[in-house]
């Protein structure tokens, strides 16, 4: 590895659950954060620095899988370098030295607004207001001063623009993960590194099959008989195409020779099966204590 | 049948998407709307008004599956008795009379104004704000007469509340689909005309397997072997019991009696195999024209 910083592109503005997630993923190392607004933003972003990495939201407990992403993933040259396991906590957040009912508008992502809707459901005064990113909306209220506004978004972002907490935690569900995915142009280098070090147990594959009885389960049996673990499958069907079904699954293996062997025995059954990454399968990031769950990297 | 109304609870206002579904699958019958505003509501009301039906979106093409709906429906003592697929589009309604660049508020629910965000791009100087619903959102502006401010909601909101369409199909997707389930208490009454009319082919099961090597292929490989065909899987994980794995299953087949044999051949090898309703398979609702999609009930 260079000295110079790593570049890890990110979805939304620093402060952002993509930020907390790509630090604790990078560990000691020196990285550089690139914000980009939207997921479509950042796969412009690596398409164009290839020396870039970038973090991604994949799926998330409340919500499922986060489709788009998948599709993005798909239909790019990039691949699945890690993954990261965040537990997801919302931070009320406003300008120093104000009360929760002095606040009249409170602004985050959709999905951030989503999850705290009962926590607001006590100040109906407050109007939720949607907008681009958690953090962004964090960051305006320090740049403009604005009175009367609120923000949800992470403790980081708080910290960052010297923001109050008027209420910690204000999420709904306390058992709420996101899984990240770390993608980068230059895998192929990054795996032979993991791979040397015999890291790689993990891969995640798309391929699609015809609508026939039994097509998935010939899959399956293939991969058993190869002794490669399933640790997630879904499937979509393809609007327009209902003969035809794809499934984005993740495999778990120990020995990456066999995991390969057994793509070639699923392959011939398969339409467009391609592998979006091997990588390493990320830390047990939320060990549970008496009901209650924290991130590895709280506390 | 009874003469009086079919009562069905929709989560929304009346001229909400689900209003839209509902119409569409009991077409020439007499039914009455019971709006929830929440899907949790709608489970209550349920559990309350025991003659009542309830219509619920359970997945969409953009964002995948409603997976709270999912858990509710598993954990209720609800039944489904049928589907139907909407093609959803939305519109920019206002109070008659005002241009585009008079409206300074849009309100709507976050998944539709999620939806319409690239048309929204072009009028940066219109605030997006979440609501409750979209029906929800025209009716506030036709009852309380509000100027300057507008709302996504679908046609038939836009015809109910007497409200002017300023932009028609904003969304961004023209191929995005929501999938309704339909859910009794008395399900098994509605299921026994439809199994004498031989018209149950589909069924919704879900289901927990350890996280062992093969567990899925075990379950696939029986219901092949029966005739079974898949047509949705979808793994989740459980939270805190990171060594089993639920899955939820939507099977169709053309012989019931080999179908309930197939679920004894395969309980065994599960944990808490539960089938969530046995119906009709939906109507093909959009046949694609040109690479144009309309659901069937629109020209």
Sequence with gaps: MSKTAKRIAIQGWPG??????????????????????????????????????????IENTLVGSLLPNYTMLKDSDLVIIGEYKLRIKHQFLALPGQSIEEIKEVYSHPMAIAQCEAFFKNYPHIKLIESEDTALSAKRIADEQLKGVGAIASELAGEMYELETLAKNIETNKKNFTRFLIISDRGKTENDELLEQNKINKSSIVFSLPHEEGSLSKILTILAFYNINLTKIQSLPIVGQEWEYLFYVDLTF???????????????????????????SGKQSYPVHNGDIETAHSN
């Design 16 to 57: 952002a659950n993509h930020e907390i997630a790509a630090k604790a993923y990078f560990e000691d190392e020196n990285i550089e954060v690139v914000p980009c607004l939207t997921f479509p933003d950042l796969f412009d972003t690596l398409k164009q620095d290839r020396d870039c990495y970038g973090i991604i939201a």
């Design 254 to 280: 120990t020995d990456y020779k066999r995991y390969l062997q057994s793509l070639d025995a699923i392959r011939p059954l398969t339409k467009k099966l391609k592998s979006l990454g091997e990588y390493a």
